[in-house]
């Protein structure tokens, strides 16, 4: 398994300087974790562990899921091959949904802060072209597999896109408040 420090010598590229494509691809992505964050902004300890929908999941839930299982695990476990987050991809299902009180939100919050940081460490330090070090086909397979790094770019963009939705909707059940507000007509 590779780390950060082990990629291939080809896809790792000059940090200084990241590749035009990874910094547009970037930037979507990053506008998609400004909205996880503002939609929650202003919201108190209760209302980030509170459960609003049947399903269960609290909002603190979400965005540790988000922390956890979606840009640690496809940044530095796929993409990097990260041994010690395949280990623990793959020792058992740490339900990072379930976020029990004795966390604090702003912990939770403060993890998806650090992990977005570090995955941005393994997003501009690696080629574009980059294939996985590590494909899960313990989870998922052999088949159908992220080619490269901007795949996985394109999966956690979506992937975060739609969880920021969730919690759109979850905001406004809670306050009312809107992060997309429609003009009336």
């Given amino acids: 398994m590779l780390g950060v420090a082990d990629l291939k010598e080809d896809a790792v590229q000059d940090t200084s300087s990241p590749d035009p494509e990874t910094t547009m691809l970037l930037s979507y992505l990053d506008a998609q974790r400004r909205h996880v964050l503002g939609?929650?902004?202003?919201?108190?300890?209760?209302?980030?562990?509170?459960p609003v929908l049947p399903s269960g999941w609290s909002c603190a839930g979400l965005v540790r899921h988000l922390a956890l299982d979606v840009e640690r695990f496809w940044f530095r476990g796929v993409?990097?091959?990260?041994?010690?987050?395949?280990?623990?991809?793959?020792?058992?299902?740490?339900?990072?949904?379930?976020?029990?009180?004795?966390?604090?939100?702003?912990g939770v919050l403060d993890l998806y802060r650090q992990e977005t940081a570090l995955a941005d460490a393994v997003i501009t330090s690696t080629a574009p072209s980059a294939a996985p070090a590590w494909w899960p086909t313990e989870l998922f397979g052999p088949d159908g597999g992220i080619l490269?790094?901007?795949?996985?770019?394109?999966?956690?963009?979506?992937?975060?896109?739609?969880?920021?939705?969730?919690?759109?909707?979850?905001?406004?059940?809670?306050?009312?408040r809107k992060w997309l507000v429609l003009t009336e007509s």
């Fill in 148 to 176: 490269d790094l901007r795949e996985a770019i394109l999966h956690v963009t979506v992937e975060t896109a739609c969880h920021a939705g969730h919690l759109d909707a979850v905001r406004e059940l809670i306050d009312g």
């Fill in 39 to 50: 939609i929650l902004e202003g919201l108190d300890e209760e209302a980030l562990h509170r």
């Fill in 79 to 106: 993409v990097a091959g990260e041994k010690a987050v395949i280990d623990a991809a793959l020792t058992g299902p740490d339900d990072a949904w379930k976020v029990g009180p004795e966390v604090s939100a702003k």
